[in-house]
């Protein structure tokens, strides 16, 4: 089960991902190519395949993974939580 996106995650990441939207797409490929380097070639792969501009295809999916990750992050942090 995917973990839920907050408006919190989301208003973060946007913040980070729209700053800057190509050195972020960039900084994504490089970090995914050793966090997760089948996921990387994946998303270049699709992205190359479409009729759409590959580059906006591979930003929504990084921002989707990075959507996911912070999320996955939060729902961790809160089930490790000890008062």
Do not use: Q
Not at 23 to 36: F, Q, S, T
Not at 52 to 78: C, F, Q, R, S, W
Request: overall charge negative.
């Amino acid at each position: 089960m995917l973990p839920i996106i907050s408006e919190e995650i989301a208003t973060k990441a946007f913040s980070e991902i729209f700053s800057d939207m190509p050195a972020w797409r960039k900084k994504m490929i490089h970090y995914l190519k050793e966090e997760n380097p089948e996921i990387n070639t994946s998303i270049i792969e699709a992205a190359n395949k479409t009729d759409l501009d590959p580059k906006a295809v591979a930003l929504g999916a990084y921002m989707t993974y990075l959507l996911i990750e912070l999320a996955m992050k939060e729902n961790e942090e809160l089930m490790n939580f000890v008062e």
